[in-house]
């Protein structure tokens, strides 16, 4: 029996059965498809395959089954009614970018996403006549102000990295809609378990599969959810033609990687809150960034529109001096940019993520030299904590 609307069930239910249709070999695990092509059975069969006539694998650039049950998983739990993996979570950016714009068409971004974004939207896509202005998350206004005629899409992340700033997906989504606009949120942080964009009027979600999804460091990878007429039509369309596929491979790690997804941030998400509240209780300690903390000046929104607060932890030293003695002083914490693993890790942002932006730059956004943010993974909280503590003192 094959089950078509996966919204009766509930979400646990989703992460580990949604997309997956048996063979008739009757394998209980989703299968891994290591093929480039499909055969048909005949030269008529082949025609109609080709033509769309026949639904159904030509070629893994387009469709493949593993790949497929990915996608259909992870729509299922964003609610959308479609989603296409792409090969990290930059091409899928870039494939809404692509798919959606052209030359004359301007973008407003939220000043605070994730770097590799700022460089696309700065640097290349104007190449192709598409101009970005950036703005401040949170303030509503300053979006308002910034969309002009021509302006098609609005571009946020939220909770932002590495300060943990909130943007408002419902009032984002009305004004977009106000304005004719699409709303596109990266969910990377929150991941469904948290946070469902669509729900709140998002019309299109993007995802780093790399961090969360997978949540064991094991590939590069990403998608798009959505409705059909942008997902199924205008970007599956681009993605087939330009190819930044996702990999059966890594779509096999990543659907493993969302029935495990719930409660793993659910750890995490407490790890975090723990290690906020040690955090603001030591006296090296000038600032802590995390938004299930009461002095978090959002803590009212993220409670409207996040389940939980998230694994990612800022906090604020004297000074860089201060900060790499923290890093150096760690024996267990992995030092490395990558977030969303179950293994902590600890990052210098002004110097790594951060580090290609100018001073100004870096003041403007609050990324100063004190600043280190953790990623809590599923180690005891005691030992994360201890191995901090050594560079605090
Ligand atoms: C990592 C990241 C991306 C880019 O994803 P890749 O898989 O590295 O291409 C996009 N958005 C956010 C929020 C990220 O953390």
Same mark, same amino acid.
């Given at each position: 029996?094959?089950?078509?609307?996966?919204?009766?069930?509930?979400?646990?239910?989703?992460?580990?059965?949604?997309?997956?249709?048996?063979?008739?070999?009757?394998?209980?695990?989703?299968?891994?498809?290591?093929?480039?092509?499909?055969?048909?059975?005949?030269?008529?069969?082949?025609?109609?395959?080709?033509?769309?006539?026949?639904?159904?694998?030509?070629?893994?650039?387009?469709?493949?089954?593993?790949?497929? &049950?990915?996608?259909?998983? @992870? *729509?299922? $739990?964003?609610? %959308?009614?479609?989603? =296409?993996?792409?090969? +990290?979570?930059?091409?899928? &950016?870039?494939?809404?970018? @692509? *798919?959606? $714009?052209?030359? %004359?068409?301007?973008? =407003?971004?939220?000043? +605070?996403?994730?770097?590799? &974004?700022?460089?696309?939207?700065?640097?290349? $896509?104007?190449?192709?006549?598409?101009?970005?202005?950036?703005? +401040?998350?949170?303030?509503?206004?300053?979006?308002?102000?910034?969309?002009?005629?021509?302006?098609?899409?609005?571009?946020?992340?939220?909770? +932002?990295?590495?300060?943990?700033?909130?943007?408002?997906?419902?009032?984002?989504?009305?004004?977009?809609?106000?304005?004719?606009?699409?709303?596109?949120?990266?969910?990377?942080?929150?991941?469904?378990?948290?946070?469902?964009?669509?729900?709140?009027?998002?019309?299109?979600?993007?995802?780093?599969?790399?961090?969360?999804?997978?949540?064991?460091?094991?590939?590069?990878?990403?998608?798009?959810?959505?409705?059909?007429?942008?997902?199924?039509?205008?970007?599956?369309?681009?993605?087939?033609?330009?190819?930044?596929?996702?990999?059966?491979?890594?779509?096999?790690?990543?659907?493993?990687?969302?029935?495990?997804?719930?409660?793993?941030?659910?750890?995490?998400?407490?790890?975090?809150?723990?290690?906020?509240?040690?955090?603001?209780?030591?006296?090296?300690?000038?600032?802590?960034?995390?938004?299930?903390?009461?002095?978090?000046?959002?803590?009212?929104?993220?409670?409207?529109?996040?389940?939980?607060?998230?694994?990612?932890?800022?906090?604020?030293?004297?000074?860089?001096?201060?900060?790499?003695?923290?890093?150096?002083?760690?024996?267990?914490?992995?030092?490395?940019?990558?977030?969303?693993?179950?293994?902590?890790?600890?990052?210098?942002?002004?110097?790594?993520?951060?580090?290609?932006?100018?001073?100004?730059?870096?003041?403007?956004?609050?990324?100063?030299?004190?600043?280190?943010?953790?990623?809590?993974?599923?180690?005891?909280?005691?030992?994360?904590?201890?191995?901090?503590?050594?560079?605090?003192?």
């Amino acid at each position: 029996m094959t089950i078509e609307n996966w919204q009766e069930y509930g979400f646990d239910t989703r992460a580990v059965r949604a997309g997956q249709e048996r063979t008739e070999l009757g394998e209980h695990g989703e299968p891994i498809f290591t093929t480039s092509s499909f055969t048909f059975k005949s030269a008529a069969h082949a025609a109609a395959r080709f033509s769309g006539e026949e639904i159904g694998n030509v070629y893994s650039r387009f469709t493949n089954p593993t790949v497929s &049950i990915f996608q259909d998983r @992870l *729509a299922a $739990l964003e609610g %959308g009614e479609a989603c =296409v993996a792409t090969a +990290s979570g930059m091409s899928a &950016i870039l494939s809404v970018c @692509l *798919a959606l $714009l052209k030359s %004359g068409d301007h973008l =407003v971004s939220s000043r +605070s996403v994730f770097g590799t &974004i700022t460089v696309l939207f700065n640097k290349f $896509l104007p190449r192709y006549g598409i101009q970005t202005s950036f703005v +401040s998350l949170s303030d509503l206004d300053a979006w308002r102000q910034a969309i002009k005629p021509n302006t098609r899409i609005l571009f946020l992340e939220t909770p +932002s990295n590495p300060l943990t700033e909130l943007g408002d997906i419902r009032a984002l989504a009305d004004l977009a809609h106000e304005n004719n606009c699409l709303l596109v949120v990266d969910n990377c942080f929150c991941t469904p378990v948290l946070q469902q964009p669509l729900k709140l009027g998002a019309d299109l979600v993007v995802h780093s599969a790399t961090k969360f999804l997978d949540g064991q460091g094991r590939g590069v990878g990403g998608a798009v959810v959505g409705a059909k007429h942008e997902v199924d039509e205008e970007i599956f369309g681009f993605l087939r033609t330009a190819g930044p596929c996702m990999s059966p491979f890594n779509a096999w790690i990543f659907l493993k990687g969302l029935e495990t997804l719930r409660i793993r941030l659910e750890a995490q998400c407490r790890s975090a809150q723990r290690l906020a509240e040690w955090l603001q209780q030591q006296p090296a300690v000038k600032r802590v960034y995390y938004p299930g903390l009461q002095s978090h000046p959002q803590h009212e929104l993220a409670k409207a529109q996040q389940s939980d607060f998230g694994a990612i932890v800022s906090f604020e030293l004297d000074g860089k001096d201060q900060a790499w003695r923290v890093i150096d002083q760690t024996r267990l914490l992995s030092i490395t940019a990558n977030l969303g693993d179950v293994k902590t890790t600890i990052t210098h942002p002004a110097s790594t993520t951060h580090g290609r932006m100018s001073n100004e730059e870096q003041q403007a956004a609050g990324i100063r030299g004190g600043l280190l943010r953790v990623s809590v993974g599923l180690e005891s909280i005691d030992d994360i904590q201890a191995d901090l503590a050594r560079g605090l003192e």
